[in-house]
């Protein structure tokens, strides 16, 4: 692009902040919605050979996966540094990012024949649509990014992948990692401020936008994909319940359940973010949670000590503190926690509510923090019905000692995965689809794969 004096525009930048410390380390460009014609373009040019050689495209895959394991050291660091996680999650994540590109790369496109009682003979093929969009979130920048680009470059698509503005600096190393793998223009990483993901959304060249983020945006990029009649697929926000049961033994669980609710900072979508507990456990289980929330070593992901880094970014923290004040002025109890800790950074203690009214924000919202409210109930029908209550569907889980009861709970929750006696485990085979406003389409495993395939049929007559 050149500006009207005949001169190219200066590179904007988007600053990047430590959590751990609250300043500015680090910066990345902050693109034009307008420059994104030639990287769509670019994506559509490279489409066309990357679509044609199936082998290649395994064989690239493969050491695409290769090229992010090898590059783990530099990486985990990074995405520590810009979004606040221990540095063994950070790794985790690398390590996940190079299993799904593998996982992806062994999956085969099948072609199956149709049934038809007429003499034809029509067999179903699979074709790629064109360049992908791929919007991610600031929690887990890595894996979700490879959640998309994986599955959609497997398919035969090219993609134009945008991190958060948050956390734009270890998805632009992993896009230089990958170039080393990948033809050009197959991934392009783009960075920037809004209305870069609303433009790339609503792209007239995109012919798929998959999407991981909040409800609200959710609903903004199907709008803007809605202009092209791109496909979507949306991957939302969740506030899981976990119902325990009264044979539940809490002192068995307890770590469990502390872990699936703050791990990341609780900035998980499937994390659990209610716990449901029978009245005569409540006490026992708030307890036991205040008692890991106290103990648990909060502390910069650098810090090999630390269990539980910051908050991934200030308006973030804005929003878990004005939750947690608003469920204590509401008439809650912190047994742990329920403030922002006492230096610098985006650093709130872990924090068990109890108390908490049944229609706080903190419970019939996202809190997507360091926070978890806990619930008492009486009869079983009121825990279920509290758990479905909310507009969110995507997990949930029930916790006891007789599994079959606790199977029959879960089969009541209405949401797109549960998980007996643990929660938010997923394999990459299985299908991950959120049921309400968690989510359209389905990400993971095959359907994942052929999510980004277009069904392609030829009817043939049958041969005398
Ligand atoms: P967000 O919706 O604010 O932003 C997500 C992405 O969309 C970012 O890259 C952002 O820059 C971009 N964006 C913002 N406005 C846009 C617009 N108008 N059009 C297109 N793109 C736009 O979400 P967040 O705060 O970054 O992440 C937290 C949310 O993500 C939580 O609600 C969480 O539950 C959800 N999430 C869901 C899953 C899942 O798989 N279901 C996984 C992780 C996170």
């Keep these: 692009m050149t500006l009207a004096t005949g001169r190219p525009p200066r590179t904007r930048y988007l600053t990047v902040v430590d959590p751990a410390t609250g300043e500015a380390f680090d910066e990345a460009p902050d693109l034009r919605p307008e420059e994104l014609d030639a990287v769509v373009d670019r994506a559509r040019t490279a489409w066309h050979g990357w679509r044609a050689d199936p082998a290649a495209r395994r064989t690239a895959l493969l050491a695409a996966a290769d090229a992010v394991d090898g590059a783990a050291t530099a990486l985990g660091p990074l995405l520590t540094r810009e979004q606040g996680?221990?540095?063994?999650?950070?790794?985790?994540?690398?390590?996940?990012?190079?299993?799904?590109?593998?996982?992806?790369?062994?999956?085969?496109?099948?072609?199956?024949?149709?049934?038809?009682?007429?003499?034809?003979?029509?067999?179903?093929?699979?074709?790629?649509?064109?360049?992908?969009a791929a919007i991610v979130p600031w929690n887990f920048p890595l894996q979700l990014a490879s959640a998309k680009f994986a599955p959609a470059l497997a398919a035969g698509n090219t993609v134009v992948l945008k991190p958060s503005p948050f956390t734009p600096?270890?998805?632009?190393?992993?896009?230089?990692?990958?170039?080393?793998?990948?033809?050009?223009?197959?991934?392009?990483?783009?960075?920037?401020?809004?209305?870069?993901?609303?433009?790339?959304?609503?792209?007239?060249?995109?012919?798929?936008?998959?999407?991981?983020?909040?409800?609200?945006?959710?609903?903004?990029?199907?709008?803007?994909?809605?202009?092209?009649?791109?496909r979507v697929t949306l991957e939302l926000g969740g506030n899981d319940a976990a119902v325990l049961l009264d044979d539940v033994d809490v002192e068995e669980i307890a770590?469990?359940?502390?872990?699936?609710?703050?791990?990341?900072?609780?900035?998980?979508?499937?994390?659990?973010?209610?716990?449901?507990?029978?009245?005569?456990?409540?006490?026992?289980?708030v307890e036991a949670l205040a008692h890991r929330a106290t103990t648990t070593a909060v502390g910069p992901g650098l810090?090999?000590?630390?269990?539980?880094?910051?908050?991934?970014?200030?308006?973030?923290?804005?929003?878990?503190?004005?939750?947690?004040?608003?469920?204590?002025?509401d008439g809650a109890r912190a047994a742990a926690g329920g403030h922002r800790l006492d230096r610098p950074g985006y650093f709130f203690a872990p924090t068990i509510l109890a108390g908490v009214p049944a229609d706080s924000p903190v419970v019939t919202e996202e809190q997507f923090g360091p926070v978890l409210p806990v619930l008492p109930y009486d009869s079983l029908d009121e825990a279920v019905r509290a758990a479905n209550g909310t507009g969110f569907g995507l997990g949930g889980s029930?916790?006891?000692?007789?599994?079959d009861r606790a199977a029959a709970v879960a089969d009541r929750l209405e949401c797109g995965t549960?998980?007996?006696?643990?929660?938010?485990?997923?394999?990459?085979?299985?299908?991950?689809?959120?049921?309400?406003?968690?989510?359209?389409?389905?990400?993971?495993?095959?359907?994942g794969l052929y999510g980004n395939l277009q069904p392609f049929v030829v009817h043939r007559p049958e041969e005398a």
């Excluded at 063994?88 to 496109?109: C, M, N, P, Q």
């Excluded at 973030?316 to 004040?325: M, Y």
Aim: net charge positive.
């Design 85 to 132: 996680k221990p540095l063994a999650e950070s790794y985790a994540e690398v390590a996940r990012t190079a299993a799904r590109l593998r996982y992806f790369a062994g999956l085969d496109i099948e072609a199956q024949p149709v049934e038809d009682d007429r003499p034809v003979r029509s067999r179903l093929r699979w074709r790629p649509l064109g360049p992908v």
């Design 169 to 230: 600096l270890a998805t632009r190393m992993l896009g230089s990692v990958l170039a080393g793998a990948l033809p050009e223009g197959v991934l392009t990483i783009v960075t920037g401020r809004e209305p870069l993901g609303a433009r790339l959304a609503s792209h007239p060249g995109i012919r798929h936008v998959t999407f991981t983020g909040s409800a609200a945006t959710g609903r903004a990029v199907a709008a803007g994909a809605a202009a092209s009649l791109a």
């Design 255 to 285: 770590d469990r359940l502390f872990w699936a609710a703050f791990r990341n900072c609780g900035q998980v979508c499937m994390a659990v973010k209610r716990v449901y507990a029978p009245s005569r456990l409540h006490a026992r289980v």
């Design 303 to 329: 810090d090999p000590a630390a269990r539980l880094g910051p908050v991934s970014n200030a308006p973030q923290l804005a929003r878990v503190e004005h939750r947690t004040a608003r469920a204590l002025a």
């Design 398 to 403: 029930v916790w006891g000692t007789d599994l």
């Design 418 to 447: 549960a998980w007996l006696n643990h929660h938010a485990e997923l394999s990459l085979a299985q299908p991950f689809a959120g049921a309400k406003d968690s989510g359209v389409g389905v990400a993971g495993g095959p359907w």
